[in-house]
């Protein structure tokens, strides 16, 4: 992890096994939106990072969607 200098945004690098885009799809089904990593690169590369909104303020709902997050992600290990 790196400490951001600005941005609204956060890229984050999952573990090297996990694929974004099959991450995307099952979050989607929780109602998460996640921005899969491919999306950003011309090549399909970054196959396992996630692109995340930080902009809306903290609550509730982001945090019980950042814990289901880390579920789908610990059951994809």
Known sequence: MTRPTGGYVLWVELPAQIDSIE???RALEEK???APGP???PKQQ???FIRLNCGAPWSQTI???LLKLGQIIARML
């Open 32 to 34: 998460i939106s996640v």
């Open 23 to 25: 991450l995307f799809d």
């Open 46 to 48: 970054f196959r396992n």
């Open 39 to 41: 999306i950003f690169s």
């Open 63 to 65: 945090d019980q969607a």
